[in-house]
């Protein structure tokens, strides 16, 4: 539970309607206070924002601004030192626009032809979209996390201890954390259903973000889980378009991801929680070798979906910490695909085949 002296999500409340600004704003004045406070100790954390290196205590000059106009939009962050100019887009459930981070590219490519060392960063809670430049540094923010947790353990002063604490506190309450997975995903969701009865969540209606699942206490384990395989997901390297999250009331309840536009679906059923399954359909069932995973019919479709029960005693997943965690999810999101790349493979030699 979240600390009552959190003054960030006090305010926060205040301006939800602002989220993104305010989050933007709250970060930026973290980062002003760690460059004149501890600019050795936090190079770490700039280096992860921005993909830019510099010496030890090279950051202490950096002047941060946000909301920076350009011919080209206004990016939220601006970082800059003697011949660096460092835009940063900050996300937090809002997309990236069309065209968004090309604008800004075009901005510092501009100030790179007057000899300007110039980068771009996009800071998103989720994985950006697969069409986003490789020029662009993306970082999310559970590595940001990650970064001023390592910063927790320096010698700071009171103040700067207090303001990354609070910062620390205020993300991770918001689902920006990408905790270790702790057993309570199915007893939490039997509690939650047990109060709210038929006016659940799971069955009055579709829900486009995890973030839904934090207004209710007894759902953080299975908003965390499902954080977890968006990460996998992304480490995996198994999609080439989108992913999106989405949620449906048939079946009693599911929740996941689409992955490239439905073309496989990873996700779990209010029912059983702790098991985990990736999908995909319409599929030849004859190419099934019935080694990994099941094939099935509904309404006249063939789809194959594999399984893993996160609770079960063989695996012992909730006593793993949580790099084992993702190992684990990454390697069987990464056996499934390969099963699924097989399908395809069959699918398209057939196409090519001649008649």
């Known amino acids: 539970m979240p600390s009552k002296d959190n003054l960030l999500l006090e305010l926060h409340r205040w301006a939800h309607h602002q989220d993104e600004n305010?989050?933007?704003?709250?970060?930026?004045?973290?980062l002003k206070h760690l460059i004149n406070d501890a600019p050795n100790s936090a190079g770490g954390l700039f280096r992860a924002l921005t993909g830019?290196?510099?010496?030890?205590?090279?950051?202490?000059?950096?002047?941060?601004?946000t909301q920076v106009h350009t011919m080209y939009g206004t990016p939220d962050i601006s970082i800059c030192?003697?011949?660096?100019?460092?835009?940063?887009?900050?996300?937090?459930?809002?997309?990236?626009?069309d065209g968004q981070a090309e604008g800004y590219l075009s901005a510092l490519e501009e100030l790179a032809s007057s000899n300007e060392v110039t980068q771009l960063a996009l800071l998103t809670k989720y994985p950006a979209p697969a069409t986003v430049s490789s020029d662009v540094h993306q970082v999310r923010w559970f590595?940001?996390?990650?970064?001023?947790?390592?910063?927790?353990?320096?010698?700071?002063s009171e103040v700067t201890k207090f303001l990354v604490a609070q910062f620390i506190e205020f993300l991770s309450t918001r689902g920006m954390a990408i905790p270790k997975i702790r057993s309570g995903v199915s007893s939490g969701v039997r509690s939650y259903l047990s109060r709210v009865g038929d006016a659940?969540?799971?069955t009055t209606g579709a829900f486009r973000t995890t973030a839904?699942?934090?207004e209710e206490t007894e759902l953080v384990p299975l908003h965390d889980l499902l954080l977890l395989m968006a990460l996998a997901i992304e480490q995996a390297g198994v999609s080439h378009n989108s992913v999106r999250f989405g949620s449906g009331h048939n079946v009693g309840g599911w929740l996941g991801w689409n992955i490239d536009g439905l073309r496989c679906h990873f996700h779990v059923c209010v029912a059983s929680p702790d098991t985990i399954v990736y999908e995909t359909y319409e599929i030849d069932p004859a190419k099934h070798d019935g080694i990994i995973g099941r094939v099935y019919e509904v309404r006249n479709q063939w789809t194959w979906d594999n399984s893993l029960d996160l609770a079960s005693d063989d695996l012992n997943f909730y006593d793993l910490d949580k790099s084992e965690q993702i190992d684990v999810l990454v390697d069987f999101v990464r056996k499934s695909e390969e099963v699924v790349g097989d399908f395809r493979r069959n699918e398209n030699e057939i196409a090519d085949s001649p008649n």
Do not use: C, M, N, Q
Request: glycine content about 4%; hydrophobic content about 50%.
């Open 212 to 214: 839904r699942l934090l």
């Open 22 to 30: 305010f989050t933007t704003e709250s970060f930026a004045h973290l």
């Open 143 to 156: 590595e940001i996390i990650d970064e001023l947790e390592k910063l927790e353990l320096e010698e700071f």
């Open 200 to 202: 659940s969540i799971f």
């Open 81 to 97: 030192l003697d011949g660096v100019t460092i835009y940063v887009e900050v996300k937090v459930e809002a997309a990236l626009a």
């Open 52 to 65: 830019v290196s510099l010496p030890e205590g090279g950051w202490k000059e950096a002047v941060i601004s």
